[in-house]
């Protein structure tokens, strides 16, 4: 049984804007490691490359504080970006 997208974790091509922070993920359990979020109107996601490795430096750590716009999928809480613009301010 399919069970259709919630709001909560679209599914999809989509382009979110927001800002880049370091959060904890997993915060308070024996699995938490800090990362990468995108804070966006519609929610607060993990961000990686898509095509990055999950393992090694998430290259968007040069870009913590500034505002972007991203496009990409959502796949287990992780928004994988495949493309990026700094928007300016």
Excluded: C, W
Aim: no cysteine; hydrophobic share 35%; glycine share 8%.
């Amino acid at each position: 049984m399919k069970v259709p997208p919630s709001p909560k974790h679209p599914t999809g091509p989509l382009q979110l804007t927001g800002k880049l922070e370091l959060r904890t993920f997993y915060a308070n359990t024996k699995r938490s490691f800090t990362g990468i979020y995108l804070v966006s109107d519609i929610g607060t996601f993990l961000i990686r490359p898509a095509k990055q490795p999950v393992t090694g430096i998430n290259p968007l750590q040069s870009l913590l504080g500034k505002m972007i716009t991203a496009t990409g999928q959502i796949k287990h809480e992780v928004f994988l970006a495949e493309q990026l613009t700094i928007v300016e301010e």
